[in-house]
């Protein structure tokens, strides 16, 4: 079935010519390019034509060292060109044993010799170079990984709540979530045509599709062009918003009583990218749907996929997003069309309110007695650093013990999970020794967050991971000058408009628009569910942080009993509450 569907509900101009990436899908060959043959050239360190695009479906973004751009220019060399892997990894749970193999490949073939965690609860390799790619796809295969459609314009890695108290609720919402996330990817046969020379992906079928959308045989949910731009999944419980869920197209909110579920609340649409300048662009809250019962989420999950993939807009790349599609149509539009395709329709919605977002860092015991030591990891980068905590070997050496599993937040966090009572205290003194664990972590700096950006990311604008420290030391000592240090501000900073730092749910967020200058955006709000607006464009970091000390200031004077800070700034006016995105975000 084309996706292209003359239907009038889209509202698309279906004369408009299609973006080049929709060309480059329909002549892909279900994405397996050139890719094998470009492998085999020396000549260059990257990819070639539409492989440089290509690759992203198999999980990896071509990408140099700018801090050596420069240099090697002048001397007549080319980039540096190598490659960030991001594996697949639905709910973020890894065991010991495959950590010790993503270990030892970061040792011995990443440039950087790191393993970054992400908020979108995989963890990255960078700095991977052309000829070791395939070696690094057949290890992750050889431990049961793959890297299959976390990247392109498919159903990227799905995301699950971690919230290791809820030990039986959380192991059927994790189970679900892996089963969607298998459901909804591409086929995976250029994947293994390419990296594992033709050996199957999965040892067993794959879910057929349950509605009666379908498109072509070889890809029978998302078509020879896949979808029209990236599309999020993401499972959560209330009342913790652990995974941002208005950062996502596709969200289920786990319905339980008493620890049994019997169903989901979807929300759906939610983004955070923009565009510079481009006011046909922002940040949108996903829009509740309804209730649907656990039988019903795949056929509402390929529902809301194949409305998407129809009705997106394949001519206007920046307008290309789910929350951009329903803008378009409307939202009854929309949810009548998925109602039709997943030939049920949606219940009132439960009840829900999100109260926290975050990471309880620390030990926590679950309902199976189980313990759960959830360790910060600033910028979600595992790196031994020199004169400095050796967290990478840290987390070897408690690999090592084979006790438990490990889980990778939506917060850059890692838990170490599942231990028992008598081997609490010796993966604490691994933790202590290796400054995975510190005494004088504020309750700030558990809260900031940051992007990549800069030196690896191709698209950063601005300094984001690199500063963050400095920039949380920076605010803690305003809270603490102002009789502040137990409170925190959920703060993010990313390099580009791009909302990889989900700075766009933050409180206080800092948007790269240049080398050492930023957006400065405030009103958002702790359980994330406030777009923050932009208060003063493309400013110097000296000056964002000038302007945040008068904040803090006014705040520590000023606030109603316990008021939050993302409050304060709307009911004092330090900044208008956006509460309709396309009408407030780019407002004066």
């Not at 918003?241 to 339980?256: M, R």
């Not at 438990?404 to 850059?412: A, D, L, M, V």
Request: aromatic share 8%; with cysteine; charged share 25%.
């Amino acid at each position: 079935m084309s996706t292209r569907v003359n239907d009038p509900r889209t509202k698309l101009d279906f004369n408009k010519p299609l973006n080049d990436d929709e060309r480059m899908k329909a002549e892909s060959d279900y994405l397996h390019g050139t890719i094998a043959e470009d492998l085999k050239d020396g000549l260059t360190g990257g990819f070639r034509g539409d492989n440089y695009k290509l690759i992203r479906y198999h999980g990896m973004y071509e990408q140099d060292d700018r801090d050596l751009r420069a240099d090697r220019v002048a001397a007549k060399l080319e980039p540096r060109k190598t490659v960030m892997l991001r594996c697949r990894l639905p709910g973020g749970i890894l065991t010991p044993e495959q950590w010790l193999t993503i270990d030892k490949f970061a040792d011995e073939h990443s440039f950087y010799q790191s393993i970054r965690l992400t908020n979108r609860q995989t963890f990255q390799y960078h700095g991977v170079l052309k000829k070791d790619i395939k070696p690094m796809m057949q290890m992750l295969h050889s431990i049961g990984l793959d890297s299959i459609a976390s990247s392109g314009d498919v159903n990227r890695n799905t995301l699950c709540a971690t919230n290791p108290r809820l030990s039986r609720l959380h192991a059927e919402v994790y189970d679900i979530a892996c089963r969607v996330s298998k459901h909804l990817l591409p086929n995976p046969t250029a994947y293994a045509d390419i990296w594992l020379d033709g050996e199957k992906v999965f040892p067993e079928p794959r879910t057929k599709p349950q509605t009666k959308q379908l498109a072509e045989d070889k890809e029978p949910i998302m078509g020879k062009t896949y979808m029209p731009r990236k599309f999020k999944t993401a499972f959560v419980i209330p009342p913790q918003n652990d995974v941002d869920v208005h950062a996502n197209d596709l969200n289920f909110l786990a319905v339980h009583e008493n620890g049994k579920l019997f169903g989901f609340n979807v929300l759906v649409g939610g983004g955070l990218a923009f565009d510079f300048g481009n006011k046909e662009t922002f940040p949108i809250l996903a829009h509740d749907f309804g209730f649907i019962p656990v039988d019903l989420v795949f056929k509402a999950a390929e529902a809301v996929m194949t409305v998407q993939r129809d009705w997106g807009n394949r001519a206007q790349r920046k307008l290309a997003k789910t929350r951009y599609t329903i803008l378009r149509v409307g939202v009854d539009v929309f949810k009548a069309e998925v109602e039709k395709r997943m030939e049920s329709q949606f219940a009132p919605v439960h009840p829900y309110e999100f109260t926290h977002r975050g990471d309880d860092i620390g030990w926590t015991q679950g309902e199976d007695k189980r313990w759960h030591l959830t360790l910060f990891i600033e910028s979600g980068r595992l790196i031994d650093k020199q004169g400095g905590p050796a967290l990478k070997t840290g987390m070897r050496e408690i690999a090592k013990l084979n006790k438990g599993e490990f889980r990778i937040t939506p917060n850059q966090n890692l838990i170490v999970s599942n231990i028992e009572e008598a081997d609490k205290a010796q993966i604490e003194s691994i933790a202590k020794a290796h400054g995975l664990i510190v005494d004088e972590l504020t309750e700030q700096r558990k809260n900031s967050m940051s992007c990549v950006a800069l030196p690896t990311c191709p698209l950063a604008m601005a300094e984001s991971e690199r500063v963050l420290p400095s920039v949380v030391s920076a605010v803690e000592q305003m809270l603490a000058a102002n009789g502040l240090a137990h409170e925190h501000i959920i703060l993010r900073i990313q390099g580009c408009n791009n909302g990889c730092g989900r700075a766009m749910l933050a409180e206080i967020g800092l948007v790269g628009k240049a080398i050492g200058r930023y957006n400065l955006h405030v009103g958002g709000n702790k359980k994330g569910t406030r777009i923050p607006k932009m208060f003063k464009e493309n400013i110097p970091l000296e000056e964002c942080l000038a302007i945040i000390e008068t904040w803090i200031k006014a705040w520590a004077q000023e606030r109603q009993d316990q008021e939050e800070f993302g409050d304060f700034a709307i009911r004092t006016g330090i900044i208008a509450e956006i509460k309709d995105s396309a009408v407030d975000f780019w407002a004066a």
